[in-house]
């Protein structure tokens, strides 16, 4: 492996936790071109004395936005989406009737449509929801993905990915060729930077958080510092879910909701959590 690829997978574990194949350098050099390119750097190694050297914040995080993966689209998955609507927010309703408020994380939101598709789900429950506060926080370490997801505008090929006709037009408005979201749904949602190897304690605690198709990226010990911290953002009674073909390995911070579901995670009671870390 060359000195400047080694360089490359170090910088990335230690700022976004991502753990980039020792294979995978014919996917760097793809993925850097442009900025290599940009800035006239003849290849991997200069480039990397270049972000060694110039210490620019800005410049880092165009190497972080060009190294992440932001495939995503509408209703992914589509089982939480239902599950949500089914199961969730009855039940979860009728333990909040007090408050009238919940609070629901994108954690990894890429694009918006994972974020999108909850605000889509809530309006569909809107008769149910009347009076209640919903607050959605969506999230991504990637900045130009971020402002992607801001401007809430997407092609007719990212459209048809995921929402029925029937969705599309009753929620989304045609704009120059292409759809919107529209400013009712995208002012339910706070967008922030955040990359989740930080301490992201001022978050607050939600009731259900979205963390999909992103820990598969990250190395296994940051992988499990972040599921520790993303339980420490639950309320004692709130869900984790994760991509369909994920799972929370040998955390025990969360436990399986249902016995086939390795997506739907519960966080553990304080006191299972330490019988757990004692093996009894
Ligand atoms: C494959 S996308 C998943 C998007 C969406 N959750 C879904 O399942 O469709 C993975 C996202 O994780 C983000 N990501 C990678 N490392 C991250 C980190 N350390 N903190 C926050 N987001 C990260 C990437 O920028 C990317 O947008």
Same mark, same amino acid.
């Given at each position: 492996? +060359?000195? $400047?690829?080694?360089? !490359?997978?170090?910088?990335? %574990?230690?700022? &976004?936790?991502?753990?980039?194949?020792?294979?995978?350098?014919?996917?760097?050099?793809? @993925? %850097?071109?442009?900025?290599? !390119?940009?800035?006239?750097?003849?290849?991997? #190694?200069? *480039?990397?004395?270049?972000?060694?050297?110039?210490?620019?914040?800005?410049?880092?995080?165009a190497i972080i936005d060009a190294m992440t993966t932001n495939e995503t689209f509408f209703f992914r998955d589509r089982a939480?989406?239902?599950? %949500?609507? @089914?199961?969730?927010?009855?039940?979860?309703?009728a333990r909040r009737r007090e408050q009238r408020r *919940?609070?629901?994380?994108? $954690?990894?939101? +890429?694009?918006?449509?994972?974020?999108?598709?909850?605000?889509? &789900?809530?309006?569909?429950? $809107?008769?149910?929801? $009347?009076?209640?506060?919903?607050?959605?926080?969506? +999230?991504?370490?990637?900045?130009?993905?971020?402002?992607?997801?801001?401007?809430?505008?997407? +092609?007719?090929?990212?459209?048809?990915?995921?929402?029925?006709?029937q969705r599309l037009l009753r929620h989304l408005e045609p704009h120059m060729g292409s759809w919107r979201i529209p400013e009712r749904l995208r002012a339910r949602i706070v967008f922030r930077r955040i990359n989740l190897c930080d301490d992201f304690r001022d978050v607050g605690a939600f009731d259900l958080i979205l963390c999909r198709n992103v820990l598969m990226y990250l190395d296994p010990e940051v992988k499990e510092q972040v599921?520790? @911290?993303? #339980?420490?953002?639950? %309320?004692?009674d709130g869900y984790l879910i994760l991509g369909a073909a994920e799972n929370a390995g040998a955390d025990r911070s969360f436990a399986q909701d249902a016995a086939d579901c390795g997506w739907r995670l519960r966080r553990r009671a304080a006191r299972a959590r330490l019988c757990a870390a004692v093996g009894a």
């Open positions: 492996m +060359s000195v $400047a690829f080694a360089r !490359l997978r170090r910088l990335l %574990l230690s700022v &976004a936790g991502i753990a980039l194949d020792a294979d995978k350098l014919y996917l760097a050099e793809s @993925r %850097l071109a442009p900025i290599m !390119l940009e800035n006239g750097d003849v290849d991997l #190694a200069e *480039l990397m004395r270049r972000i060694e050297l110039s210490g620019d914040e800005r410049f880092l995080q939480p989406f239902e599950w %949500l609507k @089914r199961e969730w927010l009855p039940h979860t309703m *919940l609070r629901i994380w994108s $954690a990894a939101c +890429s694009t918006g449509q994972e974020p999108y598709s909850l605000a889509i &789900a809530l309006e569909e429950e $809107a008769t149910r929801l $009347a009076g209640w506060t919903v607050e959605i926080l969506a +999230s991504d370490i990637n900045g130009t993905a971020l402002e992607t997801a801001r401007r809430g505008v997407y +092609s007719q090929f990212e459209v048809q990915r995921g929402l029925s006709t599921l520790a @911290r993303l #339980a420490r953002a639950l %309320l004692d």
